[in-house]
């Protein structure tokens, strides 16, 4: 889970009356935001949890569906939360 869905959750678990202090706490400890969360894998990595070739990936970035983070002019890294969540739903939490 992404941290802006964790930090969601956490809004809505603190204006909902009805949730009990225990019950937050369970969900919360279940809802943390994974390690995966912060870290970077390059783009064979990325093609390769999409199941695409690198022009689709390109693609994908330059249409906005998926950041890219550039280490310099040919080295680009993915945020691996992102590319799992794009992965499953075909979008991204930004």
């Known amino acids: 889970m992404l941290p802006t869905t964790f930090a969601m959750f956490r809004a809505v678990i603190k204006v909902d ?3 009990t202090p225990a019950d937050a706490k369970r969900i919360l400890d279940a809802c943390k935001p994974s390690r995966v969360a ?4 390059n783009a064979r990595e990325a093609m390769e949890i999409l199941q695409v070739s690198r022009p689709t990936l390109r693609k994908l970035v330059k249409n906005g569906n998926l950041q890219q983070i550039n280490l310099s002019s040919r080295r680009v890294r993915f945020n691996e939360a992102a590319v799992r969540e794009l992965a499953a739903n075909g979008v991204v939490a930004i």
């Open 17 to 19: 009356n009805t949730i």
């Open 38 to 41: 912060n870290r970077q894998i």
